[in-house]
């Protein structure tokens, strides 16, 4: 028998064959506790950009535009890596950083420091940089100019081919939903993609001036609350709404 949209009267979240349901509650259980560890990250990274835990503009500002009136070694130093070293050290390392970080007192003195506090990762982890040479920490001495063109071009890359793929995916087990009218399913399953572009495309901008570090946090709220929307209403229809065992039909073909 030839198999036409009429008759796929299964087609949509509520009627779908278990093992489907199976495999789409699988993959959003998966990316939504994904997307939860992405979002602690964030406040524990760009979080503390500013040495304050919670996300505010000003990290955003520190992150990409970076800190202007500071070097890169003292706004970490301020931020995330305040918790690195003793408070003393701390204040010691920030004032040898601020008073030029001369070789006199590499040799004498911060060798040592960096290599009781910082080397343990400063050396180790890739990805970082060296903190055994002077050169490497002397370049983090000059002012922050905030995240590097080639680390924005890496990131951004990374963001949207991941993301997009995440985003696919949630729309398309969206798209099989009962009962949201046509123009609320375009608008959801196409605002993530929107909001994403906003998203990476506000970190190049607030680079260039941190007046739009704003769009940053538009952007996040908004492909987060998008795909939340999705998240839920896809559950919901599939394992709450499914119990009362009534047939919905073809859900692509009401959207025609
Ligand atoms: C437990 C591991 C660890 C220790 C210890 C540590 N760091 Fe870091 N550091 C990191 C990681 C991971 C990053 C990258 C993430 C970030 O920027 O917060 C980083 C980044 C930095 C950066 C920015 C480098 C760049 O080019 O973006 C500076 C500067 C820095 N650390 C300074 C220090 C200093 C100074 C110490 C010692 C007082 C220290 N760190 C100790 C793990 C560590």
Same mark, same amino acid.
């Given at each position: 028998m030839k198999i036409t949209p009429s008759n796929? +009267?299964? %087609?949509?979240l509520p009627n779908l064959p278990a093992p489907l349901k199976a495999l789409f509650a699988g993959y959003l259980l998966a990316i939504g506790i994904g997307l939860l560890m992405a979002g602690l990250q964030i406040m524990l990274t760009h979080g503390m950009a500013d040495g304050k835990v919670g996300l505010s503009v000003d990290d955003i500002v520190y992150s990409y535009y970076g800190d202007r009136s500071d070097s890169k070694l003292v706004s970490k130093l301020n931020g995330s890596m305040k918790d690195k070293a003793p408070e003393g050290v701390r204040q010691d390392i920030i004032l040898w950083a601020q008073k030029g970080a001369s070789k006199e007192g590499w040799d004498n003195q911060f060798k040592e420091v960096f290599a009781k *506090?910082? +080397?343990?990762? *400063? !050396?180790?982890? $890739?990805? #970082? $940089?060296?903190? +055994?040479?002077y050169e490497a920490v002397e370049e983090t001495t000059t002012t922050d100019q905030g995240a590097s063109i080639t680390g924005l071009t890496r990131v951004s890359h990374i963001h949207l081919f991941g993301i997009s793929f995440i985003f696919f995916f949630i729309g398309l087990i969206f798209s099989f939903a009962v009962g949201v009218s046509r123009k609320l399913k375009v608008l959801a399953i196409a605002f993530p993609f929107a909001f994403l572009v906003l998203d990476i495309l506000s970190w190049w901008l607030t680079k260039l001036s $941190?007046?739009?570090?704003?769009l940053t946090i538009i952007g996040g709220i908004g492909y987060s609350l998008a795909s939340t929307f999705m998240w839920v209403t896809s559950m919901y229809q599939m394992? #709450? %709404? !499914?119990?009362?065992?009534?047939v919905y039909g073809n859900a692509w073909e009401q959207d025609l």
């Amino acid at each position: 028998m030839k198999i036409t949209p009429s008759n796929m +009267t299964w %087609l949509n979240l509520p009627n779908l064959p278990a093992p489907l349901k199976a495999l789409f509650a699988g993959y959003l259980l998966a990316i939504g506790i994904g997307l939860l560890m992405a979002g602690l990250q964030i406040m524990l990274t760009h979080g503390m950009a500013d040495g304050k835990v919670g996300l505010s503009v000003d990290d955003i500002v520190y992150s990409y535009y970076g800190d202007r009136s500071d070097s890169k070694l003292v706004s970490k130093l301020n931020g995330s890596m305040k918790d690195k070293a003793p408070e003393g050290v701390r204040q010691d390392i920030i004032l040898w950083a601020q008073k030029g970080a001369s070789k006199e007192g590499w040799d004498n003195q911060f060798k040592e420091v960096f290599a009781k *506090h910082c +080397t343990m990762c *400063h !050396s180790q982890v $890739p990805g #970082i $940089p060296d903190f +055994t040479a002077y050169e490497a920490v002397e370049e983090t001495t000059t002012t922050d100019q905030g995240a590097s063109i080639t680390g924005l071009t890496r990131v951004s890359h990374i963001h949207l081919f991941g993301i997009s793929f995440i985003f696919f995916f949630i729309g398309l087990i969206f798209s099989f939903a009962v009962g949201v009218s046509r123009k609320l399913k375009v608008l959801a399953i196409a605002f993530p993609f929107a909001f994403l572009v906003l998203d990476i495309l506000s970190w190049w901008l607030t680079k260039l001036s $941190p007046g739009f570090a704003y769009l940053t946090i538009i952007g996040g709220i908004g492909y987060s609350l998008a795909s939340t929307f999705m998240w839920v209403t896809s559950m919901y229809q599939m394992f #709450i %709404l !499914s119990r009362n065992g009534k047939v919905y039909g073809n859900a692509w073909e009401q959207d025609l």
